[in-house]
C-alpha cells in the first residue's frame, strides 16, 4: 500500500490510515512545526510487516521511529522503544524496517524531525512480507 501525502491548509490532517500531529501546508510541500509527528497503522498480516518513508527536508534533525508499547488497552510510545535513524541526516531520506507479526495492524508514530523545518516528497508505504 502507498501513502503519497499532499499538504492540507491544516493543522491535523487525515488520510486513509496516517494522522499527521503539528503540520502546515507551506506552497506545496509541508512545513512541520516543532514535535511533528505521524501516525501510520501497519497493514494486518499474520507474518512480519514493511514500513518505508521517504522524505525530504532542509533539517539536520535525526528522524526518529517509535514502536507502540501495549499497556493495558492502549499502545503508548515511549523513547526506550524508538529507532533513532542517525544515518540518514541527509536532505534525502529512505527508512526501511521490516516488523515482527507482532506489529501488524497496530500504529507505529513516525517523527521526521525534531523541530521546526520543511519536508517534501513524503511517501510512507506499509505492507506484509508474504
Not at 514535535?35 to 499474520?46: C, D, G, M, T
Not at 523513547?79 to 541526516?89: F, N, T, W
Amino acid at each position: 500500500m502507498l501513502l503519497r501525502l499532499q499538504p492540507a491548509p491544516m493543522t491535523n490532517y487525515r488520510q486513509a490510515r496516517l494522522f499527521l500531529r503539528t503540520w502546515i501546508d507551506a506552497g506545496g510541500e509541508f512545513a512541520a512545526k516543532a514535535n511533528a509527528r505521524i501516525i501510520v497503522r501497519l497493514q494486518e498480516s499474520s507474518g512480519p510487516v514493511c514500513l518505508r518513508v521517504k522524505l525530504t527536508t532542509d533539517s539536520k534533525d535525526l528522524t526518529k521511529i517509535y514502536l507502540p508499547v501495549r499497556i493495558g488497552h492502549a499502545d503508548i510510545y515511549m523513547a526506550g522503544m524508538s529507532i533513532a535513524c542517525d544515518r540518514e541526516v541527509g536532505a534525502k531520506r529512505t527508512l526501511q524496517f521490516i516488523l515482527p507479526a507482532g506489529y501488524a495492524g497496530r500504529r507505529i508514530r513516525v517523527d521526521p524531525i525534531r523541530n521546526a523545518g520543511r519536508l517534501a516528497d513524503l511517501t510512507i508505504e506499509t505492507g506484509t512480507t508474504n
